[in-house]
């Protein structure tokens, strides 16, 4: 489907946390300059102690160097939690960007028809370009690759069969010979039904048979439709 709109307000989104994302701060950077400078003040206090030892300083060079130190750690701490607090400000508003990020990114995934199986087109209910609306079939796909064929069995047939029992499959070869292909018994019904009018059987017609499905790989010869006949007595190879 057409997904520039989506796509356009996805990078709209993806600019805007950019932007926000420039706004925030290192807190680290700003506090290590700090750190530094207190550092620098510990040095002068150690020199400012030994010469009042030495009575080359006075007290009030030591309260002042203090002082200034302690102002120092106030402004770490101001610093680190103000910066901290805006930083919070501007994440907040970036995570609500980047959920409508993830919601345009379903969306864009979502406007991909993909068939659910590979497969064989078989038939096309809507064209390129062309609007449908939801829930609207736009194509029928088949795997061909393996090949049902649907048979029906009478009630004393079917005590001797089961799921998964390998059969042989006869198609036409030509109007007297058949090609032999081996097959499974994928499915039976579990009810029985009134034999079909179009099913044509050398045996005479029963009331009331069983449906059963023989699962047979398709070389490329078998197509939809074809009519087929099952040998259950075949040995298994």
């Known amino acids: 489907m057409d997904t520039t709109q989506l796509y356009l307000q996805k990078?709209?989104?993806i600019y805007n946390i950019a932007a926000l994302k420039s706004k925030i701060q290192d807190v680290k950077v700003q506090v290590n300059v700090l750190q530094e400078q207190k550092e620098n003040l510990v040095r002068e206090k150690r020199r400012l102690e030994n010469l009042f030892s030495d009575h080359a300083a006075t007290q009030k060079q030591?309260?002042?160097i203090n002082g200034e130190i302690q102002v120092v750690d106030s402004r770490?701490?101001?610093t680190h939690s103000q910066m901290s607090t805006s930083n919070q400000g501007t994440l907040s508003e970036i995570a609500p960007m980047e959920m409508q990020v993830a919601q345009i990114n379903d969306q864009l995934k979502k406007s991909y028809v993909t068939s659910p199986i590979d497969g064989v087109v078989l038939s096309k209910y809507a064209e390129r370009g062309e609007f449908v609306s939801t829930g609207k079939p736009l194509f029928k796909v088949a795997d061909?690759?393996?090949m049902e064929l649907r048979v029906y069995v009478s009630g004393d047939q079917l005590a001797d069969l089961q799921l998964g029992q390998i059969v042989e499959?006869?198609?036409d070869k030509d109007k007297k010979t058949n090609r032999v292909l081996q097959?499974?018994?994928s499915w039976v019904s579990s009810q029985a039904e009134f034999t079909p009018k179009i099913i044509q059987?050398?045996?005479?017609r029963v009331n009331l048979v069983y449906a059963l499905k023989v699962a047979t790989l398709n070389d490329g010869t078998l197509k939809i439709g074809m009519p087929g006949e099952?040998?259950?007595?075949?040995d298994a190879k």
């Open 169 to 171: 499959v006869l198609i």
């Open 183 to 185: 097959g499974k018994i």
């Open 76 to 78: 770490m701490l101001a």
């Open 11 to 13: 990078q709209q989104f």
């Open 144 to 146: 061909l690759k393996t």
């Open 62 to 64: 030591l309260d002042d």
């Open 230 to 234: 099952v040998n259950f007595k075949a």
């Open 201 to 204: 059987t050398k045996e005479e």
